[in-house]
């Protein structure tokens, strides 16, 4: 069963401006949770994390909502910028450090 | 710092054959993890080791996949008998220390399976 659902599967964004991708978890017992990018015909690479103690967690263009009551996580960029185009991935993980993914979001940065 | 290495990268092969992949993760790390990813879905963990035992095999097909990790550094993932199912990409990931909560993993390019 999928735990971790992300139900855009493609998003597309001007350059310059806000992406915003959505993420949303079934399993209450998850209390970490992962941003992961990938790029063609290479693994992913880890992005971004956050905890369930806190609700936003910044580096640089890149910030991860949390909002536990209502089991959804987001990641904004701001400023898109053309290297952004690639597929994320919603990741989370209880005590169990076993990571459940969700099956990704590709997002396209048009110039 | 040399990433995940993993071969081949790619691979064609027909249904009830054998095929295996290998994967070198980084230097120094314990612990070692092959994920399954079809098309369409985010990768799903297979099998975790640390060091060259295994933590968690709760979604390896144990009757046609096998895994080791001889030495605690290389492993192979092995399918045999393969259907046509088991079309996807392999990836292979290490991480420092199973026990830190926030371990990253670093993931290999992956090995594309396809089975006719």
């Known amino acids: 069963d999928q735990q971790v659902k992300q139900n855009s599967p493609s998003l597309s964004v001007q350059e310059g401006r806000i992406s915003i991708l959505n993420c949303d978890y079934t399993?209450?017992?998850?209390?970490?949770f992962l941003w992961y990018k990938k790029y063609p015909a290479e693994g992913p690479t880890f992005l971004i994390s956050?905890?369930?103690?806190?609700d936003k967690n910044e580096d640089g263009r890149f910030t991860v909502f949390l909002n536990k009551s209502a089991k959804h996580l987001s990641l904004h960029i701001v400023p898109s910028q053309p290297g952004d185009s690639a597929v994320y991935f919603c990741?989370?993980?209880?005590?169990?450090?076993?990571?459940?993914f969700g099956a990704g979001t590709t997002v396209t940065v048009r110039a | 710092e040399a990433g995940v290495a993993q071969s081949p990268r790619y691979k064609i092969i027909e249904k009830r054959q054998s095929v295996a992949f290998w994967c070198n993760p980084i230097?120094?790390?314990?612990?070692l993890y092959w994920y399954q990813q079809i098309l369409g879905q985010g990768p799903k963990l297979l099998i975790q080791?640390?060091?060259?035992?295994?933590?968690?095999d709760s979604q390896l097909p144990k009757d046609r996949f096998s895994a080791e990790r001889l030495k605690g550094v290389d492993s192979t993932l092995k399918i045999q008998p393969a259907k046509l199912e088991d079309s996807a990409v392999y990836l292979c990931?290490?991480?420092?220390?199973?026990?830190?909560?926030?371990?990253?993993?670093?993931f290999g390019p992956g090995t594309r399976l396809t089975v006719l």
């Open positions: 230097s120094g790390h314990a612990t």
């Open positions: 399993n209450s017992m998850f209390d970490y």
């Open positions: 080791f640390q060091n060259n035992g295994v933590v968690d």
């Open positions: 956050i905890s369930s103690i806190k």
């Open positions: 990931a290490s991480s420092l220390d199973r026990w830190g909560r926030t371990d990253t993993q670093y």
């Open positions: 990741a989370a993980t209880t005590n169990d450090y076993k990571l459940s």
